[in-house]
């Protein structure tokens, strides 16, 4: 049958497996958000370490190329008083109203590998090129189920620099079934897989404040 073209439909960077083959454990490290953030963070988005707020991380918005990421947000629990007991939520939506940071829970495995979808054509002769996120939609996740919206950047042209955050390392479509969304390669929104590049717990160097 003919391939259909893709239908974009992003949804952050969701966990494709270890590098090496082994069963992933989805081992998630916690850290914390600070509850007065205005910064919404969806599952599947991707997390850095805040400058403005040393100890805590914040929404990645791939802008600017510090700080580097440390990891994709996995979902978080808070105090909500407005039920009077911890809660969890598949994204926080920014500015809770509580007096204790926000417990939130991330993968930041280094050697992770995540499924995401393009931004516009890009296949198996781009594996080895670095990209960033496209960072409009990092805001723009789906508050009914908390998953992200956002994309790979894959239409620019400056594609080899060592601070991107994600390496391009297979296809979707060496896994999926035929027909699947993401397989047509010849199109815009395929589906890659990708795996950490320049990530925290790859960096030697710490940040300043």
């Known amino acids: 049958g003919d391939i259909m073209a893709n239908t974009f439909s992003p949804f952050g960077f969701r966990s494709f497996g270890h590098r090496d083959g082994s069963a992933p454990t989805m081992g998630l490290e916690r850290v914390f958000i ?3 953030d205005t910064n919404p963070v969806f599952t599947g988005d991707v997390v850095a370490r805040s400058s403005a707020t040393p100890g805590y991380v914040t929404q990645y918005f791939g802008s600017s190329l510090a700080p580097v990421p440390a990891g994709v947000f996995a979902g978080c629990e808070y105090y909500n008083p407005s039920v009077n007991r911890v809660t969890w939520n598949s994204y926080f939506p920014a500015s809770v109203s509580s007096s204790s940071p926000v ?3 991330i ?40 998953i992200s919206n956002v994309s790979l950047a894959t239409g620019s042209t400056v594609t080899g620099v060592s601070s991107y955050p994600f390496r391009l390392v297979d296809v979707y479509s060496n896994f999926a079934p035929p027909g699947a969304n993401g397989t047509d390669n010849s199109s815009a929104f395929s589906i890659v897989v990708v795996a950490p590049n320049g990530w925290d717990r790859k960096v030697l160097t710490g940040i300043t404040s």
Not at 128 to 140: D, E, M, P, R, V
Request: hydrophobic content about 35%; overall charge negative; glycine content about 10%.
């Open 107 to 146: 993968i930041s495995d280094p050697e992770m590998t995540f499924l995401v979808q393009a931004s516009s054509v890009v296949g198996s002769s781009d594996i080895g090129t670095n990209y960033n996120i496209l960072s409009g939609a990092s805001s723009l996740g789906n508050t009914l189920n908390g």
């Open 103 to 105: 417990t939130a829970y």
């Open 34 to 36: 600070l509850s007065s």
